[in-house]
């Protein structure tokens, strides 16, 4: 009896070994020696071919074999799918290859360094760039300096104990009290300390106090005042002062104690607007933000706040096909029901003509009014433009008049005088009825 087993040519297995901690997966062909597995492992793990020794592990890490016999074939040991293949080569140790203490390394004296003219040095100093620029380095210096003096007098107009609103771009408004001013062991120049009213923060805004020094009932920090420094909860948090505003006695945009008088103890306001319910001062955003005065658009800065003729132009032509569609659908949903019933069609075939009707006749509708309104859109921007961004009710005419006689013009002079005439008409319907107001105004007392 012949007993044959047929087993996959190439075998997947996890490499580890004692000279270094990461593994690796291999595929490799069972008909390799175990001669020529040692040289490829050798290139994967380090260790040397001559000295090392190969045990195989199963999926469990149990041990299953060990790979002896540098004239045996992988295929002859049990090594299936996904089995571990761990070298051992005991005259190296762990960590090894990492470890570039030992490699000889070349330094280049500094003597040498400066003669060379291919050096980022050399670029530098021919250039005169960063360090190497003394007259940007002196202005540099002199610019700390001064902002270092200004943050000194205006941390001066800060007084520990004031009241204080804080706005951080991207979190909400909150207030405070002013708990510390002056220099703090983490940032160079002065800043502002705030103890929040709301338990929020890492600390009572008293520079280098830990969070043991908070006060009973609270805990809170300060954020950073500085442009485009955002508040952190896992760092402690002052207010630099170098958005310092010496009319308002606080921090420009931030800090700023200068409100209404309507409640002498917070010194913020209560309303949001004259004549609504009071609200609660230590609400942690600026009720102003409820006033609702934006436009419903963007406009470009400088721009009136209104649309112009190319924007309604999106809207008017998407809504133009979308109305075809619906009044195209409508009449042949119509006819398909006239048709078909004429023609005695019942069940799935009756069925079938209705959609071919209302998508036919739905379609056509919808490509005709889409048309139409791309081309009095298009033309009334050019009128508009050419009479340089003047609107009235003379562009409307204009173009609705432009667009029946082009849309008609091939099809002979009469209908294309016919066509302008059509949007003509149409034209002055449509500005009579959105100017009835004011021509009820002053033709009403005729009537």
């Not at 610019?143 to 800060?158: L, P, R, S, Y």
Request: with cysteine.
């Amino acid at each position: 009896m012949e007993v044959q087993v047929n087993t996959a040519p190439l075998v997947n297995v996890r490499v580890t070994s004692n000279v270094n901690s990461f593994t690796a997966e291999k595929r490799f062909d069972r008909s390799l020696t175990i001669g020529d597995l040692k040289g490829r492992l050798e290139l994967v793990t380090g260790g040397s071919a001559q000295n090392m020794t190969l045990e195989v592990f199963d999926e469990q890490e149990q041990p299953v074999c060990h790979l002896v016999g540098d004239e045996a074939l992988l295929g002859s040991f049990c090594v299936e799918e996904n089995y571990r293949i761990h070298v051992t080569d005991k005259t190296r140790r762990l960590g090894e290859f990492d470890d570039t203490s030992n490699v000889e390394k070349y330094e280049l004296p500094e003597g040498e360094y400066n003669k060379r003219n291919d050096s980022v040095r050399s670029f530098l100093l021919k250039n005169k760039l960063g360090k190497y620029n003394e007259e940007e380095v002196k202005k540099k210096q002199e610019e700390k300096q001064k902002q270092e003096k200004e943050e000194e007098e205006k941390a001066k107009t800060i007084t520990v104990g004031s009241r204080c609103q804080v706005r951080v771009q991207g979190e909400p408004t909150r207030r405070g009290e002013v708990m510390y001013v002056g220099k703090v062991h983490f940032k160079p120049g002065m800043w502002i300390g705030v103890k929040y009213d709301e338990p929020q923060g890492k600390n009572d805004g008293r520079g280098c106090a830990s969070s043991t020094d908070r006060a009973p009932g609270s805990s809170s920090s300060s954020s950073s005042s500085r442009p485009h420094v955002r508040h952190s909860a896992t760092t402690p948090h002052f207010f630099p002062t170098m958005a310092m505003d010496n009319r308002s006695g606080g921090i420009l945009g931030l800090v700023n104690p200068s409100y209404g008088a309507s409640d002498p103890g917070m010194n913020v306001p209560l309303t949001s607007k004259p004549g609504l319910s009071q609200l609660s001062p230590y609400l942690n955003f600026d009720p102003s933000y409820l006033q609702t005065t934006q436009p419903e658009f963007i406009a470009l800065e400088g721009q009136p706040q209104r649309r112009g003729r190319f924007e309604l132009a999106f809207s008017q032509i998407g809504g133009s096909c979308l109305v075809g569609a619906g009044l195209g659908g409508g009449h042949g949903l119509y006819r398909g029901l006239v048709e078909t019933a004429a023609s005695g069609h019942t069940g799935k075939i009756r069925r079938t003509q209705l959609l071919n009707y209302i998508m036919k006749r739905g379609s056509a509708s919808a490509n005709t009014l889409g048309v139409v309104a791309f081309m009095y859109s298009g033309l009334g921007w050019m009128i508009y433009y050419f009479r340089g961004n003047q609107e009235d009710h003379l562009n409307t005419v204009s173009a609705a008049t432009l667009t029946g006689l082009l849309y008609k013009s091939t099809a002979g002079l009469k209908k294309c005088a016919a066509g302008g005439l059509v949007g003509l008409g149409l034209s002055l319907a449509v500005v009579a009825f959105s100017s009835r107001d004011k021509l009820k105004d002053q033709y009403g007392h005729h009537f």
